[in-house]
Nanobody, 122 residues
Framework: QVQLVESGGGLVQAGGSLRLSCAASGLTFSNYAMGWFRQAPGQEREFVAAINWKGILTYYADSVKGRFTISRDNAKNTVYLQMNSLKPEDTAIYYC???????????????WGQGTQVTVSS
């Protein structure tokens, strides 16, 4: 079955960096757009970034533009989220998702990982 497994989360001080990875299995990875979403306590899940199947087109939420970079390696069935200049408001559970288009809407994604916690201390 399809599995998306996130890793790389943790505790970091404000201004620091983390690199999240999402390893996919059970699907033809290169056929799917990939997205990162996040959910903070008491808040709805929100779009962070997306990348098309070929890795050419990328999209970002305004709140992370210029600080986060999404990329993918189709040979490794993995998508990444490089997060720099982290802020306390970036604290959330981060989820990767696979879908048929690089969309901002979470309902456009068919498969989801279990999430990885990112905590940014001030």
């Amino acid at each position: 079955q399809v599995q998306l497994v996130e890793s790389g989360g943790g505790l970091v001080q404000a201004g620091g960096s983390l690199r999240l990875s999402c390893a996919a299995s059970g699907l033809t990875f290169s056929n799917y757009a990939m997205g990162w979403f996040r959910q903070a306590p008491g808040q709805e899940r929100e779009f962070v970034a997306a990348i098309n199947w070929k890795g050419i087109l990328t999209y970002y939420a305004d709140s992370v533009k210029g600080r986060f970079t999404i990329s993918r390696d189709n040979a490794k069935n993995t998508v990444y989220l490089q997060m720099n200049s982290l802020k306390p408001e970036d604290t959330a559970i981060y989820y990767c998702a696979a879908g048929y288009g690089a969309r901002r809407e979470s309902n456009q994604y068919a498969y989801w990982g279990q999430g990885t916690q990112v905590t940014v201390s001030s």
